[in-house]
């Protein structure tokens, strides 16, 4: 069964998914829980939590691991991923992410989460306009 049909803009499953993905996270040092749910075109869905290491910086945000989970699979085409914490506010990817966004899945919808399941949509280029690109290396 497709749980995610085409054309369909109502992100509440995916959104729910993002929810649930915050459980696969490991965040001893901050306690921050960050879920992230990865739709590819096909209605596939890669989830992924944040992962911290002792040495502070080899941390790899949720939206990270979902997408190298992905891409690792052989994935290649998304749609949209949501994000979620347990902040009361809106959560939104950092600047690494953004750029893997941008390099990995192209212009697609990206959802940001509140402690409410309140969900706003971005796209790609609106999170990180002028992005830096392959198309900036093959001069
Ligand atoms: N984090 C994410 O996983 N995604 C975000 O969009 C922002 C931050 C993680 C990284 C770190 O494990 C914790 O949240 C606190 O910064």
Same mark, same amino acid.
């Given at each position: ?51 911290? $290491?002792?040495? @502070?910086?080899?941390?790899?945000? =949720?939206? *990270?691991?979902? &997408?190298?989970?992905?891409?690792? !699979? ?12 347990? $902040?009361?506010? @809106?959560?939104?990817?950092?600047? =690494?992410? *953004?750029?893997? &966004?941008?390099?990995?899945?192209? !212009? ?32």
């Amino acid at each position: 069964m497709n749980i995610f049909p085409h054309k369909i803009m109502d992100y509440k499953l995916l959104v729910k998914k993002a929810v649930e993905a915050k459980k696969r996270a490991l965040p001893p040092y901050s306690n921050f829980h960050v879920g992230a749910a990865l739709l590819t075109l096909d209605d596939k869905l890669y989830l992924g939590g944040n992962i911290e $290491s002792s040495s @502070y910086s080899l941390t790899i945000c =949720a939206e *990270r691991t979902a &997408i190298f989970k992905a891409i690792s !699979e052989g994935e290649r085409k998304f749609k949209a991923i949501a994000i979620a914490s347990d $902040s009361p506010d @809106y959560i939104s990817p950092c600047g =690494a992410c *953004r750029q893997i &966004i941008s390099d990995l899945c192209g !212009e697609i919808d990206i959802v940001l989460v509140n402690g409410n399941m309140g969900y706003k949509v971005y796209k790609t280029s609106e999170l990180i306009p002028l992005a830096f690109g392959d198309k900036d290396l093959n001069n």
